[in-house]
Nanobody, 120 residues
Framework: QVQLVESGGGSVQAGGSLRLSCVAS?????MGWYRKGLGNERELIAD???????HYADSVKGRFTISRDITMNTMYLQMNSLKPEDTGVYYC?????????????????WGQGTQVTVSS
């Protein structure tokens, strides 16, 4: 069982910055950030891939940086040069077991979500 606790969301003007944090109840390598914006669908924003490299959605490349403190079981998302289209609910994600690239049933965990609002 895994618990994910997020913080750092808020309101900011375009061009500003925010840093999101996600504290996990245990050490997990397979983690990332999703966003639910317009349309109520979760979109992958950034994650640590299976080979421990990083991946970013094209829309945030060069502006967002994913990182983590392994000792503290904490993952971060540094968001710079924020745009109104970055607005949405950001979710911390973790997977304990994958089979052929897909997270095994019951092994995916989500944070409660944190609201990020970027005004023009």
């Amino acid at each position: 069982q895994v618990q994910l606790v997020e913080s750092g969301g808020g309101s900011v003007q375009a061009g500003g910055s925010l840093r999101l944090s996600c504290v996990a109840s245990r050490s997990i390598n397979d983690m990332g950030w999703y966003r639910k914006g317009l349309g109520n669908e979760r979109e992958l924003i950034a994650d640590f891939t299976s080979d421990r490299s990083t991946h970013y959605a094209d829309s945030v490349k060069g502006r967002f940086t994913i990182s983590r403190d392994i000792t503290m079981n904490t993952m971060y998302l540094q968001m710079n040069s924020l745009k109104p289209e970055d607005t949405g609910v950001y979710y911390c994600y973790a997977c304990l077991l994958r089979v052929r690239g897909a997270c095994y049933r019951g092994q995916a965990y989500w944070g409660q979500g944190t609201q990020v609002t970027v005004s023009s």
